[in-house]
């Protein structure tokens, strides 16, 4: 009897301590959860007005969003979030999200501001995996080369200068990396491609339109 005491004792403290444990690592990923977001938030947000500054526009980039599906840009038919800059009323450029799947070590996660005249404001990239000291100098924190996209334009949609310079283009490669600047390339010339088959919808959206993107 003793023994079946002590045992049911045993039982009921470690299904209490399995109920406790529980319960706080259930807290736990909620905290943690609330704390990605307003994390990825203010990435997101830094990352945008890096493009277009607050002081050049008078709407919030934020709030004056879109849906729109593009598979092109994307690799995916589920709606994304692209931002609207406007001045004096008017949209004055798109901030499009832009997946590059070709990257060395895979995904690699960028937004492209295009204005409306369809030259490029800037471009960014908010993740990827790429070599240290090799592929990550497409992050502004190692080097300046993705600012090389500012006011760069396409003449076509097969425009030969979109391309890094080993593949006869206009674009530097890194020093013993080629493959990531030419995925980063090639997503934001979809980029473009994309903003110039859609200009008239994404321009002139309503806030609750889904635009269906080229395919």
């Known amino acids: 009897m003793q ?9 009921i403290a470690i299904s209490l301590f399995a109920v406790v444990c529980a319960g706080i690592i259930a807290i736990t990923q909620v905290s943690t959860a609330d704390l990605i977001e307003v994390n990825e938030r203010e990435q997101r947000a830094k990352a945008l007005y890096e493009i ?12 004056d969003t879109l ?4 598979p092109a840009l994307q690799g995916h038919n589920q709606p994304v979030t692209a931002y609207r ?25 960028l937004i492209a501001g295009i204005s409306a005249q369809g030259n490029v404001i800037g471009v960014r990239v908010l993740a990827h995996k790429e070599t240290p000291g090799l592929g990550d100098k497409v992050d502004t924190k190692k080097s300046d080369w993705i600012l090389s996209f500012n006011g760069k334009s396409k003449d076509a949609s097969n425009d030969p200068r979109w391309a890094v310079k080993k593949d006869g283009g206009e674009f530097d490669q890194f020093t013993g990396a080629t493959i990531t ?10 980029a473009i491609d994309y903003f110039s088959n859609n200009r008239t919808q994404l321009l002139d959206l309503n806030a609750d339109t889904a635009i269906e993107g080229s395919k």
Do not use: C, E, Q, W
């Open 3 to 11: 023994m079946f005491s002590a045992l049911k004792t045993s039982t």
């Open 85 to 109: 800059a406007r001045k004096d009323g008017r949209v004055s450029a798109v901030i499009l999200p832009i997946v590059a799947p070709d990257g060395y070590s895979g995904n690699i996660s």
């Open 52 to 63: 277009i500054p607050r002081s050049t526009i008078d709407n919030d980039l934020l709030l």
């Open 67 to 70: 849906d729109i599906v593009a």
């Open 181 to 190: 600047p030419r995925a980063v390339v090639g997503a934001v010339s979809r």
